[in-house]
């Protein structure tokens, strides 16, 4: 898994941001990366990343603002950023079956 695991994260260069949150996506490929879930159901534990098939392509702000490292816009509850981020998963599963990684 660890192969595939590094192509995930390399996939993600050059690619549109699927989380585009409203007031926040700043649309630009040039910052998007591989965005691990925050779920416990995903993997994710203290000091430990979801597994690499549970993510999104994400810009940096929307990254960021995922991640609680940048505040929400007043407009956006945590609610619509999880649901966004589903979404997203779901999305860039597609992007992943397509480019042959999962």
């Not at 993600?12 to 040039?30: F, H, K, Q, S």
């Not at 779920?39 to 609680?68: F, I, N, P, S, V």
Request: hydrophobic share 25%; proline share 3%; glycine share 8%.
């Amino acid at each position: 898994m660890g192969l595939k695991t590094t192509k995930i994260r390399q996939s993600a260069r050059g690619e549109d941001c699927t989380i585009n949150l409203p007031g926040v996506c700043n649309y630009n490929p040039e910052t998007v990366v591989w965005c691990h879930s925050n779920r416990y159901e995903h993997g994710k534990g203290m000091g430990k990343k979801a597994e690499d098939q549970h993510g999104a392509y994400g810009c940096y702000a929307c990254h960021q603002t995922y991640d609680r490292q940048r505040k929400r816009p007043e407009s956006l509850s945590l609610e619509n950023v999880e649901d966004a981020f589903t979404m997203a998963m779901l999305k860039s599963r597609q992007i992943l079956k397509d480019k042959g990684l999962i």
